[in-house]
């Protein structure tokens, strides 16, 4: 879920913690931490934690009642262009995986049209691309180094696998009955 990170960066300096210390107090790591102050995503373990070390009601962190975006395939896509230059958050995979069909849907239609419309496509779409890649990446814990496998005959096959990995924070994800 979405939470409110000036809100978080606003609490924890007006308790003058530096995020080392806000992290050792809620238990979470620094890296996680960073990632929530730069308007990642969170478990709702996460937020009772930083509730919890700043004295507040977990509902108060959480933006406007959202839950875990993007809910449809057509929201996955407006969010891998909207953040094509946001290479430090996190993306679910679901929405990095219907960004990627939207990706190849459009390269081959455009390549379909017209050899050169079809480069035209892929580069406008590679940073985009990155961005959603290094996202996911993020949230499933991992290096971003592991897209450098793009350019191997074959490594493409290891990035795909590293990037269906679940997320890091195994509840980040609602479970089947909750809304």
């Known amino acids: 879920m979405k939470i409110d990170s000036t809100l978080v960066k ?7 913690w530096s995020q080392e210390q806000l992290s050792e107090v809620c238990g979470l ?3 996680t931490i960073q990632r929530l102050e730069n308007g990642g995503s969170a478990s709702i373990e996460s937020v009772r934690a930083l509730a919890a070390a700043f004295g507040i009601d977990p509902t108060e962190l959480m933006l406007n009642g959202e ?14 262009l909207r953040e094509f ?10 929405e990095y995986w219907w960004f990627l069909a939207f990706v190849v849907v459009v390269t ?6 017209h050899e050169r ?4 496509a892929s580069v406008i779409l590679l940073l985009p691309f990155l961005a959603a890649s290094t996202r996911r990446l993020n949230d499933a814990g991992q290096s971003q180094w592991w897209q450098i496998l793009w350019l191997v005959p074959f490594g493409q096959i290891g990035v795909l696998i590293v990037l269906a990995q679940p997320s890091n924070e195994p509840s ?6 909750d809304a």
């Open 117 to 120: 419309v079809g480069q035209i």
């Open 172 to 177: 980040s994800q609602p479970a089947m009955g």
């Open 29 to 31: 790591s620094l890296r």
């Open 67 to 80: 839950t875990e975006t993007p809910q449809t395939p057509q929201d996955a896509v407006i969010t891998g």
């Open 108 to 113: 081959a239609v455009a390549t379909l049209l």
């Open 85 to 94: 230059g946001n290479f430090s958050g996190t993306a679910t995979r679901f």
């Open 10 to 16: 606003k609490l924890r300096t007006a308790k003058g």
